[in-house]
């Protein structure tokens, strides 16, 4: 009895699992190519040497137009058809290259899988545990990831292995092991790239250590911690707030009443992306600030930079990663799954995405009331006993701390850190039109 369950068991997987390829391929056929690799990938993770899976997967590669990653699919391909009394993980050229093209187009997971296939016959290969590590740390694994980058920064004196040690164990909140890590990076640091990441690090301990009497970290906590960065609001204080537009002029109000209480003064305010514009020209009337667009990187005016989403300035993003004394960066919202080229000083919220109400097709006219319906929430909102209470908690947060924000200390850092997505365990944003991860 209990062989025949199994066998229908069998049966019953091996139907799922064609039925999972085919609505794969049909995904492919019509174009709708990230639903076509989530489809895949749930079959692939269960069946890591299934020539179907690596197949299909290798024509979704080709049809996004990463041609030099197809390339490696089709070499793991090859060796899997052409070997079949070969055990596949002996592929070891073919898998490891299979496994870099997906680290680097971030999908982790099937990484991680196939790094983990090849570890278990060549346990002490330095670049597989180092690869392997650094995928389990890019999935916010970092416990996990110690094992393998250890083994990595034994066998190979390597300078990555040992700083992403310390960030694991920054992660971790082991100052102490972080520090040990950093101090062997430190020597083996080649460039001056090396060597200022050394130094960010060597801020982020310094960071780590002040808060290192808290039981727990909170999201705003992190985002200190790693970046020096602003977070405005960490909380679900939405104030029983509906509407989008009330949302906005909340965060405004609380972002005017947190410069106030730092006694930061801007000259003006200003936008790079027109989705900012709206955004800019609330906050520029809230302040009595004039507001225009972006006018370069040596504007003599001391300015806020306004960005929507921080997404916003990924393609210019090599004209703010200067820290420069006349321009700082708040963008209303960070998605905290995506790295960045580099972090906004002033954070709203976490979210993984967010439509404002001015987005789509709107008329001047329209437009230019949804300005002043917002602009007249945000004057109605700066007598709310709770927003004021909300803002003054970020001033005595924040107060002592300014030498170690990025925010108006252009001379101590010159430059703005990159986002790399390690913040463990963020909170997102409720509502505010989300689109969650689709």
């Not at 290798?58 to 137009?65: F, G, L, Y």
């Not at 002043?372 to 970020?394: F, G, N, W």
Request: proline share 6%; with cysteine.
């Amino acid at each position: 009895m209990a062989e025949g369950s199994n066998n229908l068991q069998a049966t019953d997987e091996a139907d799922a699992a064609v039925a999972r390829l085919y609505q794969a391929r049909q995904l492919l056929a019509q174009g709708m190519y990230e639903k076509a690799r989530d489809k895949v990938t749930e079959h692939w993770l269960k069946n890591p040497f299934d020539v179907r899976a690596v197949e299909i997967y290798r024509d979704i590669v080709r049809e996004t137009s990463l041609e030099g990653a197809a390339k490696s699919f089709d070499a793991l391909l090859d060796k899997l058809i052409s070997s079949p009394g070969v055990p596949p993980y002996k592929h070891v050229k073919e898998l490891f290259d299979a496994s870099y093209a997906l680290v680097d187009s971030r999908q982790y997971v099937l990484a991680a899988m196939l790094l983990k296939e090849m570890v278990h016959d060549k346990p002490d290969d330095p670049e597989i545990n180092y690869e392997l590590g650094f995928t389990l740390m890019s999935l916010k694994r970092p416990e996990e990831a110690i094992k393998y980058l250890s083994v990595a920064a034994r066998k190979k004196d390597d300078f990555d292995a040992y700083l992403n040690l310390c960030v694991c164990y920054t992660l971790l909140r082991d100052a102490d092991a972080a520090t040990r890590s950093l101090d062997i990076a430190a020597p083996m640091a080649k460039d001056e790239e090396e060597t200022v990441e050394v130094e960010h690090r060597r801020v982020v301990l310094k960071r780590l250590k002040l808060l290192a009497a808290r039981k727990e970290l909170t999201s705003r906590d992190w985002l200190f911690i790693l970046y020096g960065t602003i977070l405005l609001r960490p909380t679900l204080k939405i104030l029983e707030l509906k509407e989008e537009s009330s949302h906005i002029a909340a965060m405004l109000v609380v972002l005017k009443g947190l410069l106030t209480g730092l006694s930061i003064e801007h000259e003006g305010i200003e936008y790079y992306s027109l989705r900012s514009r709206p955004l800019t020209s609330v906050l520029g009337q809230l302040n009595n600030l004039p507001f225009d667009a972006y006018r370069g990187p040596d504007r003599p005016d001391h300015v806020m930079l306004t960005l929507t989403w921080t997404t916003d300035i990924i393609g210019p993003h090599q004209a703010f990663v200067q820290n420069c004394e006349n321009r700082s960066i708040f963008a209303y919202a960070l998605t905290p799954s995506e790295p960045l080229p580099l972090v906004p000083d002033i954070i709203g919220c976490l979210a993984q995405d967010i439509v404002m109400p001015w987005e789509g097709d709107k008329s001047p006219k329209d437009l230019e009331r949804l300005v002043a319906d917002i602009l007249e929430r945000s004057y109605t909102l700066e007598a709310s006993p709770d927003l004021i209470q909300e803002y003054q908690e970020a001033i005595d947060y924040y107060h002592d701390k300014r030498d170690l924000l990025v925010f108006h200390n252009w001379k101590a850092f010159p430059t703005r850190p990159q986002y790399t997505a390690e913040v463990p365990n963020l909170p997102y944003w409720p509502g505010l039109g989300s689109k969650g991860n689709g």
